[in-house]
C-alpha cells in the first residue's frame, strides 16, 4: 500500500469522524465542506503535481480547523529531525508557509533564548517546504547558503516563520529545470511589541533535475 493511499484512508476515517461527506469527481476527492482557497492560491497555469501537494490536496477535504494538527503530525513522520524539535505546520499553501515553535526548554541557549539553531531549522522548514509544494517531482531541491543576523533574543512566548512565494516566483520555478532563489521569509517575535525583528534570514535553495544528480552519482557529469 502506497504512503499516499494510506493518507486518504486516514483520511476517510477523520471524515466520518467529523460528518464529511467525501466524495470521486474527476479531479479527485471532493467536498461539499472544503474549504475555498484564496484568489492568489488559484493559478491555472501552476499545476504542480508532487508528493507534498498530494498530500495537502488529500488534507485540504477536513475540517480547516484540523488541517494544522493534521499536517504537522504527517510532516513530522516525513522529516523526523523537524519533528523532533516541535515546530507546527500552522499554515501550508503554495504561496504561503507558516510555521511556529514555543519557547520550551529543549530549544533553549544558555540566556533562556530560543536558540540559533532551532530558529535557523525554523526558517529553513518554512522556506524548504514552500519550495518542495512548488517543484514538480522530476527535480530535487537543496538549500546552497543561508545568513542569520540576531538583533534580540527571544526570550519567551512563540516565534514564527513565514514563508511567502508569488504567482510570478512560482511560475519560476516551474519553468526553470536548474536554477536557484531567495525564498522571501520573515522571522515574527509573537510576544514582543517591538517592531523590528528579532532576526532576520536569507536563505538561498537550488534546484536541479534528478537525472543529473545521478549522473554525478554515477561519474557523467
Not at 488534507?59 to 494538527?69: E, G, S, Y
Not at 499553501?93 to 532551532?118: F, M, R
Not at 545568513?147 to 516563520?161: L, S
Request: charged content about 20%; proline content about 5%.
Amino acid at each position: 500500500m502506497s504512503r499516499l493511499t494510506h493518507l486518504k484512508q486516514n483520511v476517510q476515517t477523520l471524515a466520518e469522524q467529523f460528518n464529511l461527506s467525501l466524495k470521486r469527481s474527476g479531479q479527485g476527492f471532493t467536498s461539499d465542506q472544503a474549504q475555498s482557497t484564496n484568489s492568489e492560491d488559484k493559478t491555472a497555469n501552476l499545476n504542480i503535481r508532487n508528493p507534498f501537494t498530494k498530500i495537502l490536496a488529500v488534507v485540504q477535504l477536513l475540517p480547516k480547523t484540523t488541517h494544522a494538527t493534521v499536517l504537522t503530525k504527517i510532516f513530522s513522520k516525513l522529516v523526523p529531525y523537524v519533528g523532533t524539535t516541535g515546530i507546527h505546520y500552522e499554515e501550508v499553501t503554495p504561496n504561503k508557509l507558516v510555521v511556529s515553535l514555543n519557547n520550551k526548554k529543549n530549544v533553549q541557549n544558555h540566556i533562556g533564548s530560543v536558540h540559533a539553531v532551532a530558529v535557523t531549522l525554523l526558517a529553513e522548514t518554512a522556506t524548504g517546504f514552500i519550495l518542495a509544494l512548488n517543484l514538480p517531482s522530476d527535480r530535487l531541491l537543496l538549500v546552497k547558503s543561508y545568513e542569520v543576523n540576531f538583533y534580540r533574543p527571544v526570550k519567551k512566548g512563540q516565534i514564527a516563520a513565514i514563508a511567502t512565494l508569488n504567482n510570478q516566483q512560482r511560475q519560476y520555478i516551474l519553468d526553470t529545470p536548474k536554477g536557484e532563489m531567495v525564498i522571501p521569509c520573515v522571522i515574527e517575535d509573537r510576544q514582543s511589541d517591538n517592531e523590528r525583528a528579532p532576526i532576520t534570514v536569507e536563505m538561498t535553495w537550488a534546484w536541479i533535475p534528478k537525472a543529473e544528480l545521478k549522473q554525478r552519482r554515477d561519474g557523467q557529469v
